[in-house]
């Protein structure tokens, strides 16, 4: 079992920044994709971003060009790096880590809260 646990979330301001951190217990983690997942108030869980176990990463297109996605696989640990945060970023963020194949190793931590606003 995999153990994910979330940190870094917080009150920042409009145009502000700030760093989640996601350190996942277990072995042969470097194969697993990581990801960050978002959910706003009566909205659906979306995702922020993924990064594979060879780096290559991919944004959902409202944070293009400002957040970025990193992985520490001797830490077995995904790192979400947010600037120029809006408003609509406010949301619970949530980190995933998935087996790229085995459908059943899918692991989600409990979230982290992100508010920006003034």
């Known amino acids: 079992q995999v153990q994910v646990v979330e940190s870094g979330g917080g009150l920042v301001q409009p145009g502000g920044s700030l760093r989640l951190s996601c350190a996942a217990s277990?072995?042969?983690?470097?194969?697993?994709?990581m990801g960050w997942y978002r959910q706003a108030p009566g909205k659906q869980r979306e995702l922020v971003a993924t990064i594979t176990g060879v780096s290559s990463t991919a944004y959902a297109d409202s944070v293009k060009g400002r957040f970025t996605i990193s992985r520490d696989n001797a830490k077995n640990t995904v790192y979400l790096q947010m600037n120029s945060l809006k408003p609509e970023d406010t949301a619970i963020y949530y980190c995933?880590?998935?087996?790229?194949?085995?459908?059943?190793?899918?692991?989600w931590g409990q979230g982290t809260q992100v508010t920006v606003s003034s």
């Open positions: 277990g072995n042969f983690l470097d194969i697993y994709v």
């Open positions: 995933n880590i998935r087996h790229p194949r085995l459908r059943d190793n899918d692991y």
